[in-house]
């Protein structure tokens, strides 16, 4: 087991910093999401220190991983871009305050009426997916009499080893132009053409989960190329290259996770060695990490409830959430740590499966896991839910999204309530 940032174990109890978990489960109800704000903070100015390289570069967070207004105000304190993917999390973004300029609107089917909002609001760069979103930018921003910079996504046909569901550069992927038959070389040239779009550079993405620095030097190889056909064929210098984010984490001890710089270095030296090579000079560089600043931060709790032994067979442990607040298990398989909070080590440990509440077989948290001895009203937590947990949570079966509270030393902020039953009525038509 890891715990990382401020979490601790005293006395045989999970602590963050020096809150018990399990009374934090008892004052805010569980299912509740916990993040330790320090650790977030500290990840961020890692990137900043290792890539931003003083203030040449962009660190721009992939808000897709856990966006909320507080998260927002983070950022902007740590004055860091934004990478948004729809209309909804530019919305949050904006009433939250965070300057537009800072973000950048990704999605690979932007409505009509995003990419209207987009413009209105000033986002600083819209990362375009297809010819479709191109064709339509400019339609609108001829209309508003306004020029948009933009970012085009190329698909470099990088095959990365992650889960496939998360894969996102390989060739045969619905992301970006693809560089067969020169896709997005017609992208380039539309882009340059037009009154009002304004080409800033290029962007790529080539999926989530990624252990190996290798794929980011092929990656900087790769768009270098790019960028110098960009520039033989158009007579344009590249101003700004985006390589998206993707840098693995820990959730268990499978995963070879790495500092942030093993993967910032390879891509900065990777890119220097390139360009030299070409003979072009160095873009701006942009990345877009979500995973990596928020995972180990966040922990999700639960309650004990019913517990259901089979002889022979297995013995099923309950709790009172599930698939609804976590769907990375059922989805990709995701294999999580787990503690016993208010029990850590037991004098006898036994293997349980831990099923949520949904009416659904596949709802399993883990399979097969050592833990102490289980009671109903026990505290469960999973370790490093903060990236795409909440951000993916559902109201399957009517469950109730957690509440979400930030623990930044003596500070404790609830910054998502938890849903009531009357929330759940607000889209209905009665
Ligand atoms: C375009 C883009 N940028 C950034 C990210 C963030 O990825 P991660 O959370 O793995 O860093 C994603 C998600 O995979 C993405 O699609
Ligand atoms: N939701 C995914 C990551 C999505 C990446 C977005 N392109 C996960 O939980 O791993």
């Known amino acids: 087991m890891r715990l990382f940032g401020d979490y601790n174990i005293k006395n045989n109890q999970l602590y963050l910093g020096k809150y018990k978990i399990s009374d934090l489960g008892d004052i805010y109800e569980t299912p509740l999401y916990i993040y330790d704000e ?4 500290e990840n961020i100015r890692k990137c900043k220190d290792h890539f931003g390289e003083n203030g040449k570069n962009i660190v721009a967070y992939a808000g897709k991983a856990f966006l909320v207004p507080y998260m927002c105000k983070i950022l ?8 948004v993917v729809s209309g909804g999390e530019l919305y949050i973004a904006y009433t939250s305050g965070f300057p537009m300029e800072n973000v950048l609107f990704h999605g690979n089917n932007k409505s009509e009426q ?12 819209f990362v375009v997916d297809n010819f479709r979103e191109l064709q339509l930018i400019e339609k609108i921003a001829m209309q508003k009499n306004k020029k948009v910079k933009v970012l085009l996504r190329v698909t470099p046909g990088i095959e990365v080893n992650t889960h496939k569901y998360i894969k996102t550069g390989s060739v045969d ?9 020169n896709e997005y070389i017609k992208a380039v040239e539309k882009s340059i053409k037009s009154q009002n779009i304004d080409l800033v550079g290029i ?9 190996d620095p290798k794929a980011y030097e092929y990656l900087s190889y790769t768009m270098m190329d790019i960028a110098k056909t960009i520039l033989e064929q158009f007579g344009y210098q590249i101003k700004e290259l985006d390589l998206g984010g993707g840098f693995g984490v820990y959730y268990n001890e499978n995963d070879k996770s790495k500092e942030i710089q093993e993967y910032t270095s390879v891509i900065l030296q990777s890119i220097k060695k390139r360009a030299n090579e070409l003979n072009m000079t160095v873009p701006t560089l942009i990345i877009e990490p979500g995973r990596f600043i928020v995972a180990n931060s966040g922990i999700t709790v639960y309650k004990v409830g019913a517990i259901k032994k089979i002889p022979n067979v297995r013995k099923y442990v309950a709790v009172d959430g599930g698939m609804p607040d976590n769907i990375r298990p059922a989805l990709y398989d995701a294999k999580y740590e787990f503690v016993v909070a208010n029990k850590v080590y037991g004098h006898k440990v036994e293997n349980v499966t831990i099923a949520g509440k949904c009416c ?6 883990i399979k097969d896991v050592y833990l102490p001895i289980l009671e109903e009203g026990d505290t469960i937590a999973v370790l490093s839910t903060g990236a795409y947990g909440y951000s993916m949570a559902s109201n399957y079966n009517m469950a109730l999204k957690p509440a979400v509270i930030f623990v930044n030393n003596d ?6 309530k938890r849903q009531t039953f009357n929330d759940l009525l607000t889209s209905y038509v009665i």
């Not at 902007?76 to 990478?83: A, F, G, I, P, T």
């Not at 500070?411 to 998502?416: E, F, H, N, S, Y």
């Open 173 to 181: 992927t619905k992301f970006g132009f693809s560089m067969i038959e």
């Open 360 to 365: 659904e077989s596949g709802d399993i948290l």
């Open 76 to 83: 902007k304190e740590e004055k860091v871009s934004l990478d």
């Open 114 to 125: 995003e990419i209207s909002m987009g413009i209105d609001l000033g986002v600083g760069r």
């Open 203 to 211: 962007h790529c993405h080539i999926g989530s989960q990624i252990f």
């Open 38 to 41: 320090n650790l977030i903070r």
């Open 411 to 416: 500070d404790i902020k609830l910054v998502c």
